[in-house]
């Protein structure tokens, strides 16, 4: 099967070591990965915050990357729900604007086929052992798209679960939202970081030392929060949990 | 809407204020969570929850799809049954017809049932102007009049308060509106309640005109629906002689048996309750048995604007239930008054500037109100998907484009104050859609990331405020990917 990677621009920029991981991991379990280098951003930021017409070209872009692989997939929750559940809606609305089907009919081929990176280990790879190593005690924060957009459900506990080593604890108000919501972290700071520092008062009162998700914006803002509130838990990425083994393990 | 929200400060002002409080985040965070709690479960103990979720949605839909038939048909079965239809076509035009309706009675006090829509038109202060005093009779409501404050919440509207400051309200209000608070009164919930149904008994047995809105009204049949928890809505809508009903158009439904769906989904979504302890349905006036003066005032006040927008019509859905704003954590941090108008929380931030419009300051920041989680749209009774209507109304707020205000078609200009936001979108959207701009973009980054500063001015500010900066990599992933080949070549 050919698999792209589907990185997003905010983990190519400032988090190339999960990219490194869901390569790892991917790779591991026989899955032959590219990463198609034209790649840039699906377009959540500008969608999100009312751009939707700056959001079509490079929505189309995604298409025009993306469109000729068997599954696309990516570390990021809140970016495969953009393809699955916003793109058919930018295609109707140039429908409804009376912009004909043109971009309804550039973004219908991957739609279907992009995955979030648990998704595809549990519904197409069908696996939950992957052969992992990672001997923490880690609290996993289920972000909003994930939960509520994509319905992961269980899949990433069921994926922690069986990483050898690695205790998993129940987070509290697991989920509620952490706060982050791309531009709403910066215009409504406040409301945003009170948000933040509640939920990592909840990580910290499992007493883990790891706090997981699978979704690296939500990750900044918790980790930023963290550092601030000078607490001695860290954020990671599942794809870097996952990746780990006992041969090569994260630290 | 109400004139006791003009002049509020943009959302993000307001809430930064409340986030500060550490007594109304403490009175809210207990609240929500325990209505959040207790709603899951009712609604776990329905099995066919999803279906009639479902079934409200369709209704609602129909009827908005249909509402000019509706609300004839809904006026013809009123006035068969001897009530009186009267139309307002904004708030000054209801709050004229009220305070007209009321001095031809010769009546200088009224009591009131809780009702949104008259919090909306701000009826209490307008009849006060023209020497009428309006009782709230529903205890939350009294606890706002008594304080002087504003509602903060749909179905609780004093939930931003807690025991020790209701007793100090009573003890020291009451008695300038009627009978005192009892002497040494203390803050056990049932000296409290006590307290006010005393107050109250003397309003009612006294009160000859009465005002409600209504949950609900049945075209077939010309039926108000009032659904309330303390019974003195059922005291204001039987004892006075003349009863005046002001009522938002969308409140029609067609028929008496959808009652059945929303007198399902209601309770549970509200107050976690099975079945609602007072639903209170009454048909035009009947000789001898409660009011024998009826008057309905049908408002629009914005509606069929916002039924004109094919996005934003869903939030006419809504029944009220609150249950969107228990389980929002913004509204939960920010409190209900940064919300600027009688409708807070999420429904709020759809509703406010569809209603009113985006001119305003507070208006125009409502749309951004919300991270987007979708707890909101998880909890609603009738599904309407509040994050698709606030990313809507963010589009309208930087983009302009077409709309209705006031029943005609209007180009709205974008709003102001988003010509730097605009700029910086559109010069992301030009860099993203080109590779090697976002890679050149990524390698000045990472060169330059020992000089990058751990606290940003202007904008970045509101990050590095309260959050650090995630440390930028030496090489972007694009960089390794095709220096090690795909990782293949990991030693290099």
């Known amino acids: 099967m050919r698999v792209a990677l589907f990185l997003t621009c905010v983990n190519d920029t400032l988090y190339p ?20 280098m034209d790649q840039t951003c699906c377009g959540q930021a500008h969608y999100n915050t009312g751009y939707r017409h700056e959001t079509e070209p490079l929505a189309r872009h ?38 004909g089907d043109s971009l309804a009919r550039a973004l219908a081929p991957v739609v279907p086929k992009t995955y979030e990176l648990t998704e595809f280990l549990v519904d197409v790879l069908e696996v939950t052992h992957v052969g992992a190593y990672y001997p923490h005690k880690v609290t996993y924060h289920p972000t909003c798209h994930g939960l509520r957009g994509l319905g992961l459900g269980d899949r990433p506990h069921r994926l922690l679960q069986a990483v050898k080593g690695l205790e998993l604890v129940e ?29 990592v008062r909840a990580a910290e009162s499992t007493g883990a030392s790891v706090l997981c998700a699978a979704d690296n914006s939500c990750l900044m803002h918790l980790g930023g929060t963290m550092s601030r509130l000078h607490t001695d838990l860290r954020p990671v990425h599942i794809a870097e949990i996952l990746a780990s083994t006992e041969e090569e393990p994260a630290v | 809407m109400s004139g006791t929200f003009v002049g509020m400060p943009a959302f993000p002002e307001a809430a930064r204020t409340a986030v500060g409080n550490a007594t109304l985040r403490g009175n809210l965070r207990h609240a929500t969570h325990t209505i959040r709690a207790k709603r899951a479960r009712a609604v776990a103990e329905v099995s066919d929850w999803a279906e009639l979720r479902e079934a409200g949605r369709r209704i609602k839909d129909h009827t908005l799809r249909h509402l000019d038939r509706y609300l004839e048909q809904l006026e013809e079965s009123v006035t068969a049954a001897g009530g009186t239809v009267h139309w307002a076509a904004d708030a000054d035009e209801a709050n004229r017809i009220v305070t007209r309706l009321v001095k031809e009675t010769g009546e200088s006090e009224v009591v009131k049932v809780k009702s949104m829509a008259t919090q909306e038109i701000g009826l209490n202060e307008a009849l006060l102007e023209e020497g009428v005093h309006a009782y709230e009779t529903d205890l939350a409501e009294l606890i706002v009049q008594l304080g002087r404050d504003r509602p903060s919440h749909i179905l609780v509207p004093a939930i931003h308060r807690n025991r020790g400051e209701i007793r100090d309200i009573f003890a020291k209000e009451m008695g300038a509106w009627g009978r005192p608070a009892p002497e040494g009164l203390t803050d056990a919930p049932a000296e409290l309640a ?35 928890s303390e019974g003195n809505g059922r005291m204001c809508l039987t004892l006075p002689e003349t009863l005046i009903s002001v009522v938002g158009i969308e409140k029609v439904v067609p028929t008496w048996r959808d009652l059945e769906v929303f007198l399902q989904t209601l ?50 859905r809504c029944i009220r239930c609150s249950a969107c704003l228990n389980v929002c954590p913004v509204y939960e941090r920010a409190g209900g008054h940064a919300y600027g108008s009688v409708y807070p929380g999420p429904i709020g931030a759809i509703l406010s500037p569809q209603l009113r419009g985006t001119a305003s300051e507070i208006d125009a920041s409502l749309p951004y109100a919300s991270s987007l989680c979708g707890a909101c749209y998880e909890v609603c009774p009738v599904a309407i998907d509040i994050p698709e209507v606030l990313v809507h109304l963010r589009e309208r707020v930087v983009e302009g484009g077409p709309a209705v205000r006031e029943g005609n078609r209007v180009l709205l200009k974008p709003a102001r104050g988003h010509a730097a936001e605009r700029a910086a979108m559109r010069a992301a959207r030009w860099a993203l859609a080109r590779p090697a701009a976002l890679r050149a973009g990524q390698r000045l980054a990472s060169r330059t990331r020992r000089l990058h500063p751990r606290t940003l001015p202007g904008p970045g500010r509101a990050w ?17 990917w095709q220096r090690t080949r795909g990782g293949e070549d990991e030693t290099k």
């Not at chain 2, 005393?198 to 629906?225: P, Q, W």
């Open chain 1, 17 to 36: 070591d999960t990219g490194r991981a869901v390569v790892k991991l991917l790779t591991r379990l026989g899955v032959d990965v590219d990463f198609p």
């Open chain 2, 464 to 480: 590095t405020g309260t959050r650090d900066l995630p440390p930028v990599p030496a090489e972007p992933f694009r960089d390794w």
């Open chain 2, 194 to 228: 006590e307290a006010a149904r005393l107050h109250l008994r003397e309003k009612f047995l006294r009160a000859r005109v009465g005002i409600s809105g209504a949950n609900f009204m049945v075209a077939e049949t010309g039926t108000l629906v009032v659904v309330e």
């Open chain 1, 62 to 99: 995604f298409s025009d990357v993306f469109g000729g692989y068997e599954a696309i997939v990516t570390p990021s929750g809140s970016c495969a729900a953009m393809v699955r559940e916003l793109y058919p809606r930018l295609g109707e609305r140039a429908r409804a604007e009376g912009r």
């Open chain 1, 171 to 199: 987070l509290p108000g697991a989920e509620e939202c952490c706060g982050f919501g791309g531009t709403f972290a910066v215009k409504n700071a406040a409301v945003s970081a009170a948000m933040g520092a509640d939920k």
């Open chain 2, 267 to 316: 309770p549970r979504s509200a107050t976690a309750e099975r079945m609602n302890p007072y639903t209170s349905t009454w048909t035009g006036t009947t000789d001898g048995d409660g009011p024998s003066a009826f008057h309905l005032v049908l408002l629009d006040n914005g509606r069929t604007d916002t039924l004109a927008d094919r996005v934003g019509r869903q939030a006419l």
